[in-house]
């Protein structure tokens, strides 16, 4: 029996201190990067990317400076968007990586399987945002009016994340319109899978303390299942602290 495709989650909370030494590892895109940014979004920037880096050097068994990362996006080939990563040492194969840092937690996703996404977000700025409309197919925007109103808002919350995901997995962002398609309930047989998405795409809801919601997806439409190990970033970045 083929066995369950498992994801491994880093999370870190937002102003989490970035030392000299952790900040050491960006590379020149990502330090002018994070200049070109406004201050708060600049600290979630270089959170995320040396949390990313610092997983990646512990899978790889590397330093977080010689892990090679690209950036392109799919819309305009702009050096923004979904990370990849490339020229592992010693000839391993490349992890498939996600990132997410907008919301309430910086987080970074990680799998062998196939490529990845995750995103976080509360739950209730979520709710108070007009989304409805442009996040819900046709089908999907029936069945949320005919919820009470908590309900609606909890679903709400949980469709965001698992569409964003699913999006990041597929490698399209928001190019291609959340409404126009919808998600689907878990295969039987198929432990730790909580919906599908068009494309192939599974998956599972993660499980974040109250008021917070997520989701990871991965592009592997054989898994016959999904583990997903949600751990704190903390101690990866201690490791760079040095």
């Known amino acids: 029996m083929a066995e369950p495709v498992v994801v491994d989650v880093w999370t870190a909370t937002p102003g989490t201190a970035v030392t000299p030494a952790q900040a050491a590892v960006l590379d020149e895109a990502e330090r002018a990067r994070a200049g070109a940014l406004p201050p708060q979004a600049a600290e979630r920037f270089v959170l995320g990317r040396v949390l990313l880096r610092a997983v990646l050097a512990q899978r790889l068994g590397c330093s977080a400076a010689a892990v090679g990362l690209q950036v392109r996006c799919v819309r305009c080939g702009g050096a923004h968007g979904q990370v990849r990563v490339v020229g592992p040492p010693g000839g391993r194969a490349a992890p498939h990586v996600s990132l997410t840092r907008s919301g309430p937690l910086v987080a970074v996703a990680l799998t062998g399987a196939g490529p990845v996404g995750v995103d976080v977000e509360s739950a209730s700025a979520v709710s108070a ?98 583990v997903v190990r949600c751990q704190d970033g903390g101690s990866v970045l201690d490791a760079l602290r040095s």
């Open 129 to 226: 945002a007009p989304v409805a409309g442009v996040l819900l197919s046709p089908e999907e925007l029936a069945g949320h009016r005919a919820l009470p109103a908590d309900a609606a808002e909890a679903a709400l919350a949980r469709t965001w994340v698992r569409k964003e995901a699913a999006l990041k997995a597929l490698g399209t962002g928001l190019a291609v319109d959340p409404s126009g398609w919808s998600l689907g309930p878990p295969p039987a047989g198929a432990p730790g899978v909580d919906a599908v998405a068009p494309g192939g795409v599974v998956l599972a809801d993660l499980h974040l303390e109250p008021g917070l919601v997520g989701a990871v997806a991965v592009l592997d439409p054989t898994a016959p299942g999904l």
